[in-house]
């Protein structure tokens, strides 16, 4: 029932800046968090960072201080600005979105890809 469209991946050189983008389709649900996980190949996937619905985040430690998640909650989409990249953010990161009906649920994106290059 909910669809979650990512964009903003590429190819950037470490010291450079990435924005990220998720946008649910129009729901009934409530959405409560959303958030980024990542993913590089022969890793474990890592949570990123997640905002709740009334705004409260949470970092990874390895991106603490350099990305940013923002939301716009009309618009259902969420954001993650990343700035100062570093080779080892590579990795294919994917957005989710929380939402609630009988139950809490979890949707996913689609994935994009972000390379930084050395």
């Known amino acids: 029932q909910v669809q979650l469209v990512e964009s903003g991946g590429g190819l950037v050189q470490a010291g450079g800046s990435l924005r990220l983008s998720c946008a649910a389709s129009?729901?009934?649900?409530?959405?409560?968090?959303m958030g980024w996980y990542r993913q590089a190949p022969g890793k474990q996937r890592e949570l990123v960072a997640d905002?709740?619905?009334?705004?409260?985040?949470n970092y990874a430690d390895s991106v603490k201080g350099r990305f940013t998640i923002s939301r716009d909650n009309a618009k259902n989409t969420v954001y993650l600005q990343m700035n100062s990249l570093d080779p080892e953010d590579t990795a294919v990161y994917y957005c989710?979105?929380?939402?609630?009906?009988?139950?809490?649920?979890?949707?996913w994106g689609q994935g994009t890809q972000v390379t930084v290059s050395s």
């Open positions: 989710y979105a929380v939402v609630s009906s009988t139950g809490f649920y979890h949707y």
């Open positions: 129009a729901s009934t649900f409530s959405i409560n968090g």
């Open positions: 905002i709740s619905s009334g705004g409260r985040t």
